[in-house]
């Protein structure tokens, strides 16, 4: 920019090249300019700004701003001093670091200088400018503002250029760090810059470490503007007058109130639980709308407790209507999120009955606090601690712009506070403004208020102003007089901002505090011995300020800050005051740490680590939930640890037999045994499974063969067999590699001493096969024959020369010849260890003595020799295999004439214990092309020399492929058995199986054939019954609301959570599928190592928040190489409920009662409380009616002995007796809930945990128990008084099984609670009279509540039916709601092959309206012979079979499938192009527009040598490759198919095709990709 002053200049300039974008500064600002500049008396700012500005403009500098320096004034003088600089380049750059600072400087700077200013930010859809939109605003504006990341993006794309810009402005420089977006334009364009800017950085953050420093100034090219240059911060802020206020404890007892404040809580949110289980599944978001509202209904009732306790009664009850007019103010479209909100509503006007009760009638609102201010307070209207603030107020009364800034704790204090003061004539004298928190930053109205506050105070307009510590960084807290604390700070931030607030002339720093209260004064103390003060970088490090000394007043001094001691007298406290204020002159010599200003920001950034903590706290507090995850350890089974490796003189085991059965005869497999020191428990060392093979089946069993003594030389030969045969089979042999740079050795020849850990020790060992079952001799021919080659290939030195070394060998071709001819003549096939007659060959073992890799010979191939043509796709450069072997291995062979030998490989072992063979019948829809094909066997083919013979049967290495899948199940076992065994339930006639505890153990995530579920729903219905039974015997006193918290605080899921990782159980908990590759026996090399990176060493982890997270991409159940893995929270509660149902299962209330107790739940009751129940309701008065009983007893035939009992659990509270239901319904919702469970269970053995969940669902519901009461007449016994409930009672009778059109009943309205209720105490009532004889109880009530739900006759919701069988059969639909308050319209499409199918619903509510809709869709679709029960059993092809039955009969497209053949192509994307990305691009796609979901077919190659992918610059290698074809089915268009490359894995092979697929659609023109 340049001044007018100086046309000539300018013109030269001109001349030169500068800046043709930019028009002249004589057009904008002329003289004005530098007569600004030139008289900086008109600039309004005190000595340190100026200061500031005049090192600026010769340097570039980071100032360091406290609150009392206004930065904006210094931004303006530098703009308009760099306005009339000479140089070149005119343009202005301000960057801050959030889009709300980006408005509110960019406002501020328009205000001040005269110059064209814009803003620029993301929303602006700056994005997507180009170079000449970029020009033009150059072109039309001087200073742009903008975040850093536009100016990045802007930079790399060549839009702007840094030699453009004369002044870089960065607010809060304290960012350029890391990978800031400041930092990367400092990195990638300042520093290489040529021309660079001025730079002018602006920060509140306080440097703490010197390092933080000089990274700082070198990345921004600037100096720290530090004490030394500016004379210090402190020389331009006023001292701060500091003096506490105190305030006597109220003297009003609310106990009573809170009680009832807290009983009506928990009333309204047992209403809003009950609610939303009647609404449960309806819709996707209803958890978390619940959430939602139930958060609201607890923050409401914190706020007015908080007010209660800290403001009076008056406040309290301004504070229940503030929350009325919010809730009030909430609109809901949907019928049951205005139930919700009523609830709500009826909570907050239930809380201001409450309280008015405790207020008389005229003051609920006003109180004359100059002529009653002491009875207000006795009476609790008023608190103490109110009481002093209008005290301090009415002291400032008459003098001029009083203005004090009170930092309160929470916004409701002050709004309710602004409330009062209004309503009270004694304090019209103030105006009241409140500015709270992060919240008005989110629109311009609120940054406007921002803005304007100032100017409201500098007028007199306002002068009290209440703020919190979250007010948005970048407000520029206006001047005051008096910073009063009203609440005391929580945060070190908090304090220290309190602090800097009040750093201006003549103010004062006040805060409340109340006498004799330790914990305040401590905490203060803690504040101010932890405060950070803000460092000049040069200084020293300072060490922690010295600890506190106590004053003759009794007072703890700490540097400037003093702490008044709360047990002093009154008279002490006015002399602590005087002190505080004018702190004594000892102070002076105190280290520079105390006289420091803290920043702003730095207080920000703390305030923000303070929100994170907040984060973390309620993660951490979320124990139990879904959405937390844990890192836990695994618990190691004691049983297979042993000390027997060093043992010289050899060692005593107990054996435990193998035998393995083929279901196909003919199919041999050895036996194994199994040593260890230990003895297992008999029901684990006796024990058979089932093995899943391709078309086979093993079963194994396993059993006990008594104690077997292995001397030393018996014990190193068995180490030597377990090492070869499972390294050999399953990892490897020769360890090291040219590649890797290490000598290539036989792995028996090193040291494998680690191998072998104490923890995990036994033997697996083949056994002779002419043993009986119950005997186990080892078989030791094969063991020898094991140790032999092992020996052989120890000593072998040709081994070494030929393949270590890569030398030829040496044989001579006479010799070759001359064996050659003696194998003519004597029919041998020579091996690398010995010879084997031809005809003898047939599955022998044999290991490639090059490889390492061991073998089962199939047969020799005829007409075949290692001078053959070798035969592999990828080894074009190898004429015959003896090249194969010369090039490759280096090794000459010795024998080339030999017949190869055709090998069958060993295979890498596999999950056996799942059939997964029925799990691809099922799988077998083609939308995930998984039919399973008959892979065809890959055989490999070697010459003999290069095979060493073993002399052991194929059956042991058959058998050997087994081991990994029966060992796990067997160490699962033995865990149960462990934790069996802590429990120790010592019962008579009690017995429970190591399989009942490892259900109980195993979640849905670990794939086996059983999971905990069942056992979790029975446990969880037992807990709550017991719970119940415990409270309501043990408290009879208290209500309904109260044993209802109480329950829920022992059977939540966080109480569980606690109780069972104080028992160690999450060691127990099987969470992740077996890994048969990653299994090691003892000896074994691993070779799929997961090295531990968790951080800690000890297989045990320590619940630590820092070993909690939320995120939704972690691996559950994948463990490290130290057993660490994660875990979803509530599955530690869950197996907590799943071991209490399983003990019940075993041995009823009484064994899972000691299954409670083992873990903390203290519910067990003395049985003499159930005689005392009844002893007291018998003593009762009670005057019967005529047969006002007699005919009830009749409906349930059951006559009470107690009859009060009954009359009891038929009155409803409406009645006004002292005696309701509520207690007994409390009660009876648990016995019912626990009967129906354990019907449900006994009942259904082979019913899924799924469906037994939905199965329970429709049978344990107030709505259901309502319709009871309707069919046996229940209801008419029900003692009531309100008319609401008698009207509801009369609309749901005529409503009553009422079917609709569609011959589906779905209820037009739901019935009242009460009747449900009603049931539910009558169950109650019974389990007391029979003295909780839970068969009697059941006798009764099944009658009555027949038929329940079967799983044939099992009716989801139509809602959640269509939903399930869309999803199963790859169909999306899409769902239009509207209200007009009348009714609920709403409108369903499915497109169905090319017809669109529509289903329409007009209900009440939007879900019954939707209910009803699916509704006529499904019927529509089973007269197309598709339903859920059909898509069961059925594939894809069979519905696309009925779908062309149907074609003749197809309906005319409307005009949603029209609108696909339209001109209007649909756009998708753009593609993501990370794995799995593609394929979700597509499925959003298809949802969209109502496409069906694609299918797959994918064929696999396997090959002897690695394919090679390449993917970008991304190379990888696989022994597979996959090639995917996708068919896409479009509506009106027909099926689109197309292939993708070749894939290392079957998903990648996936996104290929899809891919392929949607670039070959654009080419059809039926979509465009979105670049």
């Not at 009076?312 to 019928?335: F, Q, W």
Request: proline content about 4%; some cysteine; hydrophobic content about 35%.
């Amino acid at each position: 920019m340049h001044s007018s002053l100086e046309p000539e200049k300018m013109e030269e300039n001109s001349q030169q090249g500068s800046n043709s974008l930019k028009r002249k500064s004589s057009e904008i600002d002329g003289d004005q300019i530098l007569a600004s500049v030139s008289s900086p008396t008109m600039v309004e700012s005190n000595g340190y700004e100026l200061k500031v500005y005049e090192v600026a403009k010769n340097r570039n500098i980071i100032a360091v701003l406290g609150t009392g320096i206004d930065k904006s004034v210094i931004t303006k003088m530098l703009i308009k001093a760099m306005g009339c600089s000479d140089t070149d380049k005119r343009l202005i750059i301000f960057l801050a670091p959030t889009v709300n600072i980006v408005k509110q400087q960019c406002c501020e700077i328009r205000a001040q200088v005269n110059l064209k200013v814009e803003e620029y930010f993301g929303a602006k859809g700056v994005d997507k400018w180009t170079s000449q939109r970029w020009d033009e605003e150059v072109s039309k504006h001087d200073i742009l503002v903008m975040t850093p990341q536009i100016l990045l993006d802007a930079l790399r794309s060549a839009f702007l250029k840094l030699e453009m810009v004369c002044l870089l402005i960065l607010d809060e420089c304290h960012r350029t760090t890391g990978n800031h977006p400041y930092a990367k334009l400092m990195k990638e364009f300042y520093h290489e810059s040529t021309n660079k800017p001025k730079i002018f950085g602006l920060t509140a953050s306080a440097v703490v470490r010197k390092g933080q420093v000089s990274e700082l100034e070198r990345l921004m090219d600037s100096k720290i503007f530090n004490s030394e240059e500016g004379k210090g911060v402190e020389k331009f802020a006023k001292a701060v007058k500091e003096g506490p206020i105190f305030y006597d404890p109220s003297p009003f007892r609310s106990l009573e109130l809170k009680e009832k404040l807290e009983t009506s809580h928990l009333k309204f949110d047992t209403s809003l639980r009950r609610l939303q289980e009647l609404e449960k599944g309806s819709f996707l978001n209803i958890d978390n709308k619940f959430e939602t509202y139930q958060k609201r209904l607890s923050i409401d009732y914190k706020e007015i407790l908080h007010c209660l306790d800290n403001l009076g009664l008056i406040c309290a009850h301004l504070a229940a209507e503030v929350c009325l007019e919010k809730i009030s103010d909430t609109k809901e479209e949907s019928e049951t999120y205005k139930e919700w909100s009523m609830v709500c509503k009826e909570f907050l006007e239930d809380i201001l009955s409450t309280i008015g009760v405790y207020l008389q009638q005229e003051d609920k609102n006003s109180v004359d606090l100059q002529q009653n201010r002491l009875s207000a307070v006795n009476s609790g209207h008023v608190s103490p601690k109110l009481k002093e603030l209008f005290h301090l107020l009415d002291s400032f009364r008459g003098e001029k712009q009083k203005q004090c800034l009170i930092l309160v704790e929470r916004i409701i204090t002050a709004e309710v506070i602004e409330r009062f003061v209004k309503k009270e004539a004694s304090l019209s004298y103030l105006n009241v403004l409140y500015l709270v928190g992060n919240n008005l930053s989110t629109n311009a109205s609120a940054q406007k208020t921002q803005i304007e506050i100032p100017n409201l105070f500098h007028e007199g307009k306002v002068n009290l102003l209440f703020i919190t510590d979250a007010v948005e960084e970048g407000f520029q807290v206006p001047n005051c007089s008096c910073m009063v604390c009203f609440d005391l700070p929580k945060t070190v931030c908090s304090y220290s901002q309190s602090q800097e607030h009040a750093k201006q002339s003549n103010s004062k720093s006040i805060m409340f505090l109340e006498r004799g209260n330790p914990k305040q004064r401590d905490h203060l103390y803690d504040l101010m011995r932890r405060e950070v003060p803000i460092r000049d970088p040069e200084a020293p490090n300072l060490k922690s300020c010295p600890p506190p000394v106590t004053n003759a007043h009794g007072v703890k001094e700490i540097g400037t800050m003093v702490i008044p001691d709360s047990n002093i007298t009154v008279s002490e406290e006015a002399a602590s005051t005087q002190t505080m204020i004018d702190p004594p002159s000892r102070n002076e010599q105190l280290p520079p740490c105390k006289k420091l200003r803290l920043d702003n920001n730095l207080l920000q950034s703390n305030a923000k680590e303070k929100v994170a903590s907040s984060k973390s706290k309620s993660s951490s507090s979320a124990a139990g939930s879904k959405k937390r995850k844990e890192l836990h350890g695994t618990t190691c089974a004691n049983a297979l640890s042993g000390t027997w490796g060093e043992n010289i003189d050899g060692a005593i085991f107990q054996a435990y037999k193998f035998d393995f059965c083929c279901n196909i005869s003919g199919e041999v497999y050895s036996s194994f045994s199994l040593l260890l020191e230990s003895t297992l428990a008999e029901d684990v060392g006796n024990v058979e499974m089932d093995l899943y093979l391709v078309r086979k089946l093993v079963k194994a069993s396993v059993s006990p063969c008594g104690q077997i003594r292995l001397s030393q030389e018996e014990l190193v030969k068995g180490k030597y067999f377990q090492q070869f045969f499972f390294n050999g089979m399953f990892g490897k042999l020769f360890v090291g590699s040219k590649s890797q740079g290490t000598k290539r050795e036989f792995l028996l020849q090193t040291d494998t001493s680690s191998l072998w850990h104490p923890s995990f020790m036994f033997l697996l060992l083949p056994v002779e096969t002419k043993d009986l079952a119950s005997s186990a001799t080892i078989d030791w021919s094969a063991i020898n024959s094991c140790a032999s080659i092992v020996e052989f290939l120890k000593k072998n030195s040709l081994l070494e020369l030929q393949v270590s070394d890569g030398n030829q060998c040496n044989t001579s071709s006479d010799q070759e010849v001359l064996l050659d001819d003696k194998m003519e003549e004597t029919n041998l096939i020579h091996f690398a260890n010995a010879s084997s007659d031809k005809n003898s060959l047939e599955e022998l073992v044999v290991i490639a003595i090059h490889t390492g890799r061991i073998y089962s010979i199939v047969e020799a191939v005829r007409d075949s020799s290692a001078l053959s043509p070798f035969e592999c796709d990828a080894s074009s450069e190898y004429a015959t295999y003896a090249e194969y072997f010369n090039k490759k291995y280096g090794i000459v062979l010795a024998h080339p004439n030999q017949p190869l030998m055709k090998l069958k490989q060993s295979h890498h072992a596999h999950n056996l214990l799942v059939d997964f063979n029925e799990e691809m019948v099922v799988k077998a829809e083609p939308k995930a092309g998984n039919v399973r094909k008959k892979k065809p066997n890959i055989h490999a083919h070697l010459p003999p020399e290069l095979l060493a013979r073993i002399d052991v049967p194929r059956a042991v290495l058959k058998s050997i492929y087994l081991l990994p899948s029966v060992m796990h199940r067997l160490e699962s076992l033995m865990l149960a058995s462990q934790l069996r065994e802590e429990i120790d339930c010592s019962i008579d006639n009690f017995s429970i199986s190591s399989t009942s505890i490892l259900e109980a153990v195993t979640t849905l995530t670990c794939p086996e054939a059983f999971s905990m579920e069942r056992l979790e729903l029975l446990g969880d219905s037992v807990l709550k019954y017991v719970a119940s039974c415990y409270l309501f015997l043990k408290y009879p006193d208290k209500d309904e609301g109260q044993l209802s918290r109480q329950r829920q605080s022992i059977i939540s899921n966080s109480n569980l959570h606690r109780l069972a990782t104080n028992r160690k159980l999450q060691g127990y908990i099987r969470n992740g599928a077996f890994e048969p590759r990653r299994w090691t026996a003892p000896g074994q090399f691993s070779l799929f190592p997961v090295p531990c990176k968790c951080g800690i060493d000890t297989r045990e982890v320590p619940l630590d928040p820092k070993f909690f997270t939320e995120n939704m991409t972690i691996k559950i159940g994948k463990s490290c190489d130290m057993g660490h893995r994660w875990t979803v929270s509530k599955s530690v509660s869950d197996c907590a409920e799943a071991l209490i149902g399983a003990y019940y299962v075993s041995g009823g209330l009484t064994a899972s009662l000691h299954m409670m107790k083992w873990l903390g739940v203290n519910v067990d009751f003395d049985p003499n409380l159930v005689v005392e129940a009844i002893s007291r309701v018998s003593l009762r008065c009670y005057i019967p009616k005529d047969d006002e009983l007699t005919e009830l007893e009749r409906k349930i035939q059951h006559e009470f002995s107690a009859k009060f009992l009954l009359k009891e659990a038929i009155t409803h509270s409406s009645v006004h007796e002292s005696y309701s239901y509520e207690r007994l319904e409390f009660l009876g919702d648990s016995v019912l809930d626990f009967l129906i469970t354990r019907h449900l269970f006994n009942t259904y053995e082979q019913t899924g945990p799924g469906e037994m969940t939905d199965l329970r669902s429709a049978c344990v519901n107030n709505e259901n128990f309502a319709q009871v009461a309707v069919k046996n007449n229940l209801h008419i016994h029900l003692q009531r008084c309100a008319t609401v409930l008698e009207n509801q009672i009369n609309e749901y009778l005529m409503s009553f099984q009422k079917p609709d059109e569609t011959g589906r009943s779905i209820p037009s309205i739901q019935g009242p609670k009460a009747l449900g209720d009603v049931v539910e105490s009558i169950a109650g009532a019974l389990l007391i009279d029979t003295r909780l004889d839970l068969d009697q109880v059941w006798r009764v009530f099944e009658p009555l509540l027949s038929p329940l739900v079967t799983p044939d006759k099992l009716q989801l919701p139509p809602y959640r039916e269509l939903n399930e069988l869309c999803d199963s059969l790859g169909y999306f639909f899409r769902e239009k709601c509207s209200n007009d308050g009348v009714k609920a319209q709403a409108t369903i499409h499915l497109q169905l092959g090319d017809v669109l199918l529509t289903g329409d619903g007009s209900e009440q509510t939007n879900k019954l309206a939707l209910g009803k809709a699916a509704s006529h869709l499904l019927t529509q679709l089973e007269k197309r012979n598709i339903s859920r029960k059909i898509s069961i059993g059925d594939n894809q092809s069979s519905m696309d079979v009925n779908l062309a039955c149907n074609h003749s009969d197809r309906e005319t497209p409307t005009s949603d499938s029209i609108e696909i053949q339209s001109i209007v192509i649909p756009v998708i994307g753009p593609i993501n192009t990370k794995k799995g990305g593609p394929r979700g691009t597509l499925h959003e796609f298809c949802k969209k527009h109502l496409w069906p979901t694609p299918t797959f077919d994918t064929s696999e190659e396997k090959s002897r040598t690695p394919f090679e992918f390449t993917d970008g610059d991304e190379k990888r290698t696989s022994f597979s490759s996959f090639t995917s074809t996708i068919t896409l089915r479009i509506p009106n268009r027909g099926a689109v198919m197309y292939a993708g490359e070749a894939r290392p894995d079957k998903k990648s092979s996936f996104d290929s095709a899809v891919v392929e697929l949607l670039y070959e659609l654009e080419r059809r023109k039926i979509v465009t990709i979105q670049k």
